[in-house]
Every structure is written in C-alpha cells, then in structure tokens.
C-alpha cells in the first residue's frame, strides 16, 4: 500500500487529507481515535453522543433487513500549518431504497459504484467544510463513484445545497 494514495495535499497547501480505508493498516484504531479526540474536540456531538456511540461501536452498520454493510473510509482532514486535525468524515457504501407495494419495509440495494457520508464534522467558520467537501468530491471522481448520498441536520443544509446536494 502506498501512502500517497491516501494523503492529499489540496493545491492551495491548506489541508492535507489521510484516506484510511477498511482493512488497510490503522484504520479501526483510527476510528477509536476519532470517537476519543476529535469527535468531542470538533463540537461533533450537536447532534447526540448516543447515535455516535451506536454507529462506532464496532465500525459496521446494519440496515433494516440485516444486513452488513461497514464502513468503507475514514477520512481525516488535516491543516497542514498547524498540523492539526480539523475534521473527519466515515464513508459507507451508498444506498439506495424503494417501498414495494403493499410493505411498509423498503428494500435497499447498495450499489458499488456510490458513497454514502455516514458522518462529517469540521470545525465550523473557517472554510473547513468546503475545503473537505471538495477533496469527496475530487476522491469521488478519481474512484468512478457515481452519486454521494448523505443526510444532515436541518440547521446545514444549505451548505450542502451550496455544494451542488439536491433535496
């Protein structure tokens, strides 16, 4: 494995980005460092300590019907003047879900070729998101990733709508 795969240097020399990726080396004690440091320290739990416990807990995700879908990175957004960690992301392989009729169970396919954003924080007001919404994108592209899937909290919509993130 090559480590400039996976560290990314944005052209302006802001942000420097370590993709970890699921069974590559670091990656679950990366995400046991995510939930102890960062998670707390980026203001991540706005959103509630308890859905973030229960999407770490052993790094997968189960959907509605059983099955086992982890995740696939985790992202780690780094200033690189200041070397520190300014945000995180967990990527997941994207889904997609229609009701049948007469169930009120959705069936969900998960296609190869889409991400799903599990989670993302950065620290806010200072060009963060952007910069690291950017780099998804920019991965996204070099993987053939074909649609980027996520939900956010009411009060960040309008960000991701800015960043071209239809409702």
Not at 33 to 61: K, M
Request: charged share 20%.
């Amino acid at each position: 494995m090559n480590a400039e795969e996976y560290i990314h240097v944005t052209a302006d020399g802001l942000y420097s980005f370590d993709w970890k990726p699921r069974g590559g080396r670091g990656f679950n004690r990366t995400l046991d460092n995510v939930v102890r440091n960062y998670y707390f320290q980026l203001g991540c739990d706005r959103g509630g300590e308890a859905y973030w416990q229960e999407v770490i807990a052993d790094a997968t995700a189960r959907d509605i019907r059983g099955q086992h879908q982890p995740y696939q990175y985790c992202v780690l957004m780094t200033q690189v003047a200041t070397q520190s960690v300014v945000g995180f992301c967990l990527l997941r392989r994207g889904k997609t879900c229609q009701y049948q009729e007469g169930s009120r169970v959705p069936l969900c396919q998960y296609p190869e070729q889409s991400w799903y954003v599990e989670f993302i924080c950065t620290a806010r007001g200072q060009g963060h998101g952007r910069a690291f919404m950017n780099e998804l994108h920019r991965r996204a592209a070099d993987l053939g990733i074909e649609y980027i899937t996520l939900s956010a909290l009411p009060e960040v919509i309008m960000f991701y709508h800015g960043a071209g993130y239809k409702l």
